[in-house]
């Protein structure tokens, strides 16, 4: 019995110990080509103990150890270590990434690459993990703040609302500010087609030098975006889903019921100084439903009743995969939006396919695609404006509580709930987009490629728009509107790229050329007509509606010619010179103008390579970079340089007849491309080990033979005409760091600061004087306000000095600024404010502990002015309801509005303007993300290589001196910016 005791013990030994020394088994991989790696070393992180992967990459760890789990680390040089979650007797298959040093990052240039440290030019590049850290509707507004010297601003809330964005400031008075997009080597405007999931990397090309070889379209900058490719290795699969909630990021409240109530009762005491509030109310309201309805302390809050809360929501997959002939790479993405109003949506569909197939060692084919379709329908400006001014103690509904009134209480003010009702209003638009690109790469020598690109952009959108006759526009008019538009266009790009490259001893050149074809066409028709009887038929059938039918229809078309060229010179890698020029030809300009070209030159000096700095324990890198460049901006419309006709109609002997005129906008033959010359100025650095590393830029841009619609005097027989006059000016300051505050195993920390100032001014304009019609003032920005100064309103203790004015308390106070004693538009007005900032910065933070990860992302723009709809919205005579302020009265002295007067409409209050101004400053946390990742040994249980769960509040905090209106609005309260609260997950299998 003892010797069975004996034996059940040990063999109950050599089972825990079995148990305890279960193995772990695997191999490792090159994550960009499959090939296993041999000699990585697998380190078990408690006990230190570990291993090495034999030729075939397998390795296989046997860990003493109590715990079943165990965190491995796997290290090789020239990869990223990765600390990996395992249980004893599994089997891993890792990839490991090769880790690219800073300094040699690729980023992508015009025509070609770059290494970091070889740029010469003003280039910010932004990878992939960057763009999808904030939940957007497009890529642009998920870079907001990021990139410094780049202003992105969204003006509306609205489904699938876009942003505007700006590089280096406005330059242009008549054209347009925009960069230039190129995704994968092809111009495409549409950047909003782009899923971010797809995007590899960003670039965005700032100064003189790295825009000049785009020539007559570089002026504003250009934004480069390249999107993923297939890899070499097993198939992979990612995929994410993402659904939030939104609502009005502050939305200002009219006033109530009693709050107007007052209002007319002070309007009325104004103009009648004896009104006794016990006894004269059927005086103040004259309509027997007005008292009736003041008396009950009625209420109603008409936008509340049109706002709601809306929704977003995407669902993306992609698969990777590639041998070493073909490399494939395919998409699919479908984004919803649900506006805060009835009826306002939009559905994206996002389809993608790249493949690239290798032919020989030195030829590769390769064939990019992407097709978008939107299906969406947007509400009109005007219905928030008629909620704000409905007099709010008047019921929307009739005493059944279901029936809308058309009026309700008074006849000139129309109920704006009508356009929400099913079928009355419909503005449908249907888009389909393509971009396809087919390239052929060859390499016949070492240092030579040759590749050549076509693409293509078709373009088909359908546009229906319904207004029924119980709607706020059709309201006055006779019957419902019935329009719909269809437009096709159809881009054609054709360009061959040759790069040459070669190294002598301690000399590196690299050369490339460029030919360039760009064709555009575009075709329009439209159709409209008035009266359609039955609101279910819409714009389908435009037969139906028996009055007013038009039809319209347009075509325009452009070509583009181009030569290109770049030279690189290095020299022991310290010393970098560039030089580029581009010759355009445009079909838009007259013949003796067609031809432009465009030159640029930079040098960089590495200062951090000499030999002088080696010993230095400060700085890790510094390179010095000076550039010029010369660029244009493409913004003359085909035909602009010919003088159009226009269909005249007149009355003969009483009979209607037709006859054609001239345009009053006479076409200017002499039209050129707008220039900017930019100077720059910048410093790259790295120090402290390169836990601190970052860039400061000063730039000096110049704009001259600006784009500028001329009046012209009535015996020309025209009214105006396009010509090449006036400057503007760009220069400021820019900077980047970013830092490693904290990095362990266990916990990072890792911020990154933008900050850019802007001095936009315009330099001259016609005959170097102002064009105060237009709002353009020399010295000023673009969007500048031209208006009188309020100091406040008149008080009681200054009736003396307000009459030698001709004005008395509780009137609008403005500054004197001639000191002539009157007020007077010539004398008294002056630049108050500008929608451009002075400066923005942006502050990003991402946090990592263990599994979980943090960001917080802030941005600011300060400085700005903005002119408010919901301040100007006063009614001091109470006719329609507005804004609730803080309005003068003898008993209330304040300096904020006006005393109301039943006598006075805000169209003749003097100095009404004045009341709109707001100071647009604004802070918000952009972005709060936390998400949780889920230990790859337990994802492995569940057939996942990788699975992220987040939470992401978008807009959600905004500091402002404005109370409930996000100020990145820009003043207009009909499409109110929204926060977002979002939920996702994201996959890889």
């Known amino acids: 019995m003892k010797k069975v005791q004996i034996l059940i013990l040990f063999m109950g030994c050599l089972l825990q110990l079995a148990a305890q020394t279960k193995p772990i088994k695997g191999s490792v991989v090159d994550e960009g080509n499959g090939k296993p790696l041999s000699g990585v070393s697998v380190i078990d992180k408690k006990s230190k103990s570990g291993t090495k992967t034999d030729d075939a990459g397998n390795f296989q760890l046997t860990l003493k150890s109590e715990s079943a789990s165990v965190e491995l680390e796997f290290s090789y040089i020239g990869y990223k270590s990765q600390n990996v979650s395992a249980t004893t007797g599994s089997s891993l298959t890792i990839s490991l990434s090769k880790e690219v040093k800073a300094l040699d990052e690729v980023v992508v240039i015009g025509y070609g690459v770059s290494s970091k440290k070889d740029l010469t030019g003003a280039v910010v590049s932004i990878k992939a993990e960057e763009i999808r850290k904030v939940a957007a509707t497009s890529v642009m507004e998920s870079l907001q703040g990021k990139v410094a010297g780049v202003d992105i601003v969204r003006t509306s809330g609205s489904a699938g609302a876009n942003v505007s964005v700006t590089v280096r400031g406005n330059r242009s008075i008549r054209a347009g500010n925009g960069p230039l997009y190129i995704v994968d080597g092809i111009q495409y405007d549409n950047f909003q087609d782009i899923n971010t999931n797809d995007i590899e990397s960003m670039e965005v090309l700032k100064d003189g030098s790295s825009t000049a070889i785009y020539g007559s379209k ?221 390239y052929v790469d060859w390499k016949p020598l070492k240092s030579l490629s040759i590749r050549s690109n076509f693409g293509v952009v078709n373009a088909n959108s359908r546009n229906g728009f319904f207004e029924d006759a119980n709607t706020i526009n059709r309201a006055l008019s006779s019957g419902s509107l019935s329009r719909i538009n269809n437009s096709m266009q159809a881009n054609l790009t054709w360009e061959n790229i040759i790069n040459w490259k070669e190294q002598f001893g301690d000399h590196s050149v690299a050369v490339t050329g460029v030919t360039s074809y760009l064709s555009n066409r575009s075709e329009n028709n439209s159709a409209s007509a008035t009266g359609q009887l039955l609101a279910s038929q819409a714009f389908y059938a435009l037969q139906n509606n028996p009055s007013n039918l038009a039809v319209s229809s347009n075509y325009v078309g452009s070509n583009l010619t181009s030569y290109a060229f770049r030279l690189n010179y290095g020299y022991k890698s310290k010393y970098l010179l560039t030089f580029t020029g581009r010759e355009d030809g445009a079909s838009v300009l007259a013949p003796q103008n067609r031809w432009s070209f465009f030159p640029s030159a930079a040098a960089a000096w590495r200062i951090g390579d000499e030999g002088f700095m080696q010993n230095n324990h400060f700085f890790n890198d510094l390179k010095l970079r000076v550039s010029y460049g010369v660029a244009g901006n493409s913004a003359v419309s085909p035909y602009q340089t010919q003088s159009g006709l226009i269909l005249v109609p007149y009355s003969f002997n009483d009979i209607s007849s037709l006859a054609y005129g001239l345009d009053p906008q006479i076409g200017n033959t002499d039209l050129k491309w707008e220039l900017t010359a930019t100077t720059n100025i910048g410093l790259d650095f790295a120090i402290l080990k390169n836990r601190i590393s970052g860039s400061i830029d000063v730039y000096d841009s110049k704009t001259d033979n600006l784009l500028y619609l001329v009046k012209l005097p009535a015996t020309t027989g025209g009214t105006s005409i396009l010509g090449n006059v006036g400057k503007t000016r760009n220069s400021g300051f820019e900077l980047t760091l970013k830092s490693e505050n904290i990095k362990s195993n266990h916990f990072s920390w890792t911020s990154q600061l933008t900050y850019m100032r802007n001095n936009e001014r315009i330099v001259d304009l016609p005959n170097g004087q102002n064009d105060v019609a237009s709002g353009f003032f020399i010295g000023s920005p673009v969007r500048s306000f031209y208006d009188y100064n309020k100091l406040g309103i008149w008080q009681t203790e200054d009736a003396s000095t307000a009459a030698s004015f001709g004005y008395k308390p509780g009137d609008i106070r403005v500054q004197d600024v001639d000191g002539d004693k009157k007020f007077t538009a010539l004398g008294d007005r002056s630049v108050i404010g500008s929608a451009v900032p002075q400066y923005s910065l942006g502050f990003n933070n991402d946090i990592r502990f263990r599994d979980f990860d943090l960001n917080i992302y802030l941005f600011a723009r300060v400085g700005q002015t903005f002119v408010s709809d919901y301040a100007l919205k006063f009614e001091p005579n109470g006719i329609e309801n507005g804004a609730n302020v803080n309005y003068w009265t003898p008993e209330n002295p304040t300096n904020d509005y006006p005393r109301p007067n039943i006598n006075i409409s805000k169209a003749s209050m003097p100095f009404a303007s004045t009341l709109g101004y707001k100071d647009g400053s604004y802070l918000k946390i952009r972005n709060i993300t936390i998400g949780y990742t889920l230990p790859s040994s337990i994802a492995s249980k569940i057939h996942v290589a990788s699975l992220r769960w987040y939470v992401s509040a978008r807009n959600y905090v905004t500091f402002s001196k404005v109370k409930d209106y996000d100020p990145e609005g820009g003043g207009s309260f009909e499409r109110p910016l929204t926060k977002l609260i979002v939920t996702g997950l994201t996959f890889t299998f």
């Open 218 to 438: 570089g002026a504003n900058g250009v934004i480069l975006i390249t999107t993923k490719k297939g890899k070499v290795g097993k198939l992979t699969v990612n995929a994410g889903t993402y659904y939030g909630i939104s609502e009005a990021a502050g939305y200002p409240v009219p006033m109530t019921g009693p709050q107007f109530a007052e209002l007319k009762r002070q309007a009325y005491r104004t103009a009648n100084p004896a009104y006794n509030p016990a006894t004269d109310e059927a005086k103040v309201f004259t309509s027997p439903a007005d008292l009736a309805a003041v008396q009950s302390g009625a209420s109603f809050y008409y936008p509340g009743m049109l706002l709601g809360k809306g929704s977003q929501q995407e669902h993306s997959v992609n698969i990777a995969s590639g041998t070493e002939k073909t490399r494939v790479f395919a998409s699919f993405a479908y984004f919803k939006e649900k506006g805060l109003l009835y009826n306002d949506y939009l559905n994206r569909y996002s389809l993608r396919l790249n493949i690239e197939q290798t032919i020989t060692n030195s030829l590769k084919l390769g064939f990019e695609s992407q097709l978008s379709y939107y299906d969406g329908n947007s509400r009109a400006d005007g219905v928030l404006n008629q909620a704000n001014k409905v007099l709010p103690y008047y019921n929307p509904y009739a005493a059944d509580g279901v029936t809308l009134l058309k009026n309700p209480g008074n006849g000139a003010q129309f109920n704006p709930l009508l356009d929400d009702v099913p079928g009355a209003y419909k503005n449908d638009t249907k888009t389909t987009r393509i971009l396809s690109t087919g």
